[in-house]
Nanobody, 124 residues
Framework: QVQLVESGGGLVQAGGSLRLSCAASGLTFSSYVMGWFRQAPGKESDFVAAISWSGSRTYYADSVKGRFTISRDNGKRTVYLQMNSLKPEDTAVYYC?????????????????WGQGTQVTVSS
């Protein structure tokens, strides 16, 4: 079956960096758009970033543009989220997701598979 396993979360001070990874199995990784979403306590899930099948196109939420970078390695079946200049408001559980279509990569409903999430906590 399809599995998406996130790693790399943790506790970091404001201004610091973290790199999240999401390893995929059970699907043809290079055929899927990969995305990152996050959910803070008491809030709805928000789109963070997405990357096309080949990695040639990337998409970001305005709140992370210029600070976060999404990338992928199709040979390793892994997608990454490099997070720099972290802020306390970035605190959330981060989820990776896979979508077979790229119709609207910012919407949760477009994604077919989801990971279990990894906690990111940014202290002030």
């Amino acid at each position: 079956q399809v599995q998406l396993v996130e790693s790399g979360g943790g506790l970091v001070q404001a201004g610091g960096s973290l790199r999240l990874s999401c390893a995929a199995s059970g699907l043809t990784f290079s055929s899927y758009v990969m995305g990152w979403f996050r959910q803070a306590p008491g809030k709805e899930s928000d789109f963070v970033a997405a990357i096309s099948w080949s990695g040639s196109r990337t998409y970001y939420a305005d709140s992370v543009k210029g600070r976060f970078t999404i990338s992928r390695d199709n040979g390793k079946r892994t997608v990454y989220l490099q997070m720099n200049s972290l802020k306390p408001e970035d605190t959330a559980v981060y989820y990776c997701a896979a979508a077979y279509r790229d119709y609207d990569v910012g919407k949760r409903g477009e994604y077919d598979y989801w990971g279990q999430g990894t906690q990111v906590t940014v202290s002030s």
